[in-house]
């Protein structure tokens, strides 16, 4: 019989394993941590992931450092730098084109056209549309220039140059052409634009256009060339009074800017014009036919004499306007290819001579306005003069003369002249000083006052640099030098009662609103009395209306003439050594009412006589004569009483 196992029996569980020696009771144990998948025995270290966040550091200061990069860029483009950027991003579509103003014309006294303006057109291009991407050829440039160069007497190469620029939309090609090239250069373009819409060939020409752009003509030639200058390539005053009054006359240019494609105009884009100021005209004090009697006259003698060159001046002796300014050789400013470069100038104040005889004037001045001699003071002349260290004489070789003062000037004696102005002062250094004086008020060594393009204002030494010849010799006028335009002022001033006036050649301005101003009054200065004035006039009527003058040559019929001759030991400016001779004659009329100055000088005259009597003192009669009935002049009154020119036996004398 089975025992029924005890409930109060305690039934044993299962075996525990046995705790090693030395082992941590169980519940000190750890669970074993869980393997991870990096081998290694005990002591090697394990691969752990990184921390995220600094990377995110990272790239968050990196996207901020670019956004701000950008966001600069960005307010540099549409803010600081907008305009800049906006004005290239324009280069493409707009074009700048220059407005020529039209220049002011030039006129005579009467309102004769000098200079003016005509039609004409300024060649332009578009660099861009002879690129191969608008025109499918490469060598479209060469193309077009070999098409334009003989229409518009154009250097190819040039011309492919300026059409192959890449830094501009806007080349000139040509520069005031006339209607008929313009017309030639459309009939091209349309040759080219009917090849290329059949595709036998590129429309090399489609960049071309036109500007009007008015022409600079002078339609009297050679009249009055040297005192009007011309106009050279660009459009700017090149000489005379085209250089001096460029400003006035060019006016202002203005501008258009406008949007174009394909070469042509986008009407619907608007256009931005700035408009030009016209010039101003400009009307002058030079008559036109006195100009040309007087530049006639002149070029037949400088011809006749083989001369080199020669000038005359006409001046009005009351105002001080110059009526004529005549250059021999001249040149036609509508065409300079054939001009030289010595006749671009004005001659007539550019060119400085030692003007002889004619500059005694100023020395008989000198002494009568001192009181040291009057018209009949005795002058003992002999045929030679020892000064310093050398001989002077006079023209011709003669006895002894009794002369009057009136009759050194008559007889245009080198040595009376230097006897009278010796009288000027107790030495010859105090004499030096008192007719330097006197020469630098009639101008002699100043501006002329016309201040044009190269005047020369004269060579007047001072007198303690006098060397011992010129002491004696500038009173004769040698060894001083001056200019036409001087030299016809002295007897201007002497014919205006001892006043001086500077010589004007602008008698107004028609600005560009049509308002005419007349010019400013000349300065004008007492130079010596009116009594010593007319007295030298009266000693002037001598030198032409006595047998015994030089000056006979001058007279004119129904008219008192005073003049003065003038033969002048020359320096060549290309040597600088003394050549040939400088002829001139000097005066005005009528004598008693003096109206006009006439002054000739011809240079190096190689034919026939050179003296001035007889090479300028015809050119005189003809320029004053014809200059006198222009005006309307009329005759004056009775002649004057004789004065003499050689002194009575026993009369007093000066040396």
């Known amino acids: ?380 002349v002999p045929n030679r003069l020892k000064r310093a260290d050398r001989f002077f004489a006079d023209d011709v070789d003669h006895p002894t003369w009794q002369l009057t003062l009136n009759g050194v000037l008559a007889k245009s004696s080198n040595i009376g002249t230097i006897l009278a102005t010796e009288q000027l002062g107790g030495t010859q250094a105090k004499a030096n000083r008192v007719l330097h004086d006197y020469l630098r008020r009639f101008g002699i060594g100043r501006p002329t006052g016309l201040g044009l393009p190269g005047e020369t204002e004269g060579i007047l030494p001072k007198p303690g640099k006098w060397s011992s010849s010129q002491q004696y010799t500038i009173p004769f006028g040698q060894g001083l030098s001056l200019n036409a335009v001087q030299a016809a002022s002295i007897y201007s001033t002497i014919a205006n009662g001892g006043v001086r006036k500077e010589p004007t050649l602008v008698r107004g301005t028609t600005q560009e609103d049509g308002r005419y101003v007349r010019a400013p009054e000349p300065k004008e200065r007492r130079v010596v009395s009116e009594k010593t004035a007319r007295t030298l006039s009266r000693m002037l009527e001598s030198v032409v209306d006595d047998m015994e003058g030089t000056g006979t040559t001058a007279k004119i019929p129904g008219y008192r003439v005073a003049g003065k001759t003038g033969t002048a030991n020359r320096v060549d400016p290309k040597t600088g050594r003394y050549d040939g001779y400088t002829a001139s004659f000097a005066g005005f009329a009528p004598a008693d009412k003096p109206r006009v100055t006439v002054y000739c000088a011809v240079q190096n005259p190689k034919k026939g006589s050179y003296f001035g009597s007889d090479v300028c003192g015809p050119v005189y009669k003809k320029v004053m004569n014809f200059a006198l009935k222009s005006l309307q002049i009329p005759p004056t009154g009775d002649k004057p009483a004789q004065m003499p020119v050689f002194a009575n036996p026993g009369s007093g004398s000066t040396d």
């Open 1 to 380: 019989m089975s025992q029924r196992p005890d409930p109060r029996r305690k039934v044993p569980g299962p075996a525990r394993p046995q705790r090693a020696r030395g082992e941590p009771p169980r519940a000190a144990r750890k669970p074993p941590a869980r393997q991870r998948p990096s081998g290694g025995g005990r002591g090697g270290s394990g691969l752990r992931l990184a921390s995220y966040r600094p990377r995110l550091r990272l790239v968050g200061v990196g996207l901020t450092l670019i956004v701000a990069v950008f966001s600069v860029r960005l307010l540099q483009v549409q803010a600081v730098d907008a305009s800049a950027f906006a004005e290239k991003a324009a280069l493409n579509r707009y074009v700048k084109v220059p407005l020529a103003a039209e220049r002011g014309a030039i006129t005579a006294r009467d309102g004769t056209p000098f200079a003016s303006t005509v039609d004409a057109y300024d060649i332009t291009a578009d660099p861009y549309l002879f690129t191969r991407k608008q025109t499918g050829v490469a060598d479209a440039p060469e193309r077009a220039a070999a098409l334009l160069a003989p229409v518009i007497d154009g250097n190819r190469q040039k011309i492919a140059e300026q059409l192959s620029r890449t830094d501009t939309r806007y080349v000139l090609l040509a520069r005031q052409r006339t209607p008929q090239e313009w017309r030639k250069i459309k009939e091209l373009k349309s040759e080219q634009a009917a090849k290329a819409s059949e595709k036998k060939g590129a429309n090399v020409l489609a960049g071309v256009f036109q500007q009007e752009h008015a022409k600079r003509i002078y339609p009297n030639k050679d009249l009055a060339s040297g005192v009007l200058g011309f106009v050279n390539s660009e459009g700017e005053g090149g000489a005379g009074l085209e250089a001096k009054l460029d400003k006035k006359l060019a006016g202002e240019d203005g501008r258009i800017t406008y949007a174009q494609s394909g070469g042509r105009q986008v009407p619907t884009a608007g256009v931005n014009e700035e408009s030009a100021t016209p010039g101003s005209d400009m009307e002058l004090t030079l008559d036109r036919d006195i100009q040309f009697a007087a530049q006639r006259a002149l070029a037949d003698r400088v011809e006749s004499s083989d001369a080199d060159s020669g000038y005359v001046v006409v001046q009005d002796t009351r105002s001080g306007q110059l009526l004529a300014m005549a250059n021999a050789p001249g040149f036609d400013p509508n065409d300079l290819s054939g001009a030289s470069a010595e006749s671009l100038g004005n001659p007539t104040v550019q060119d400085v001579y030692e003007p002889g005889s004619t500059s005694k004037l100023m020395s008989m001045a000198a002494v009568l306005e001192e009181g040291k001699a009057t018209p009949s003071t005795q002058v003992t």
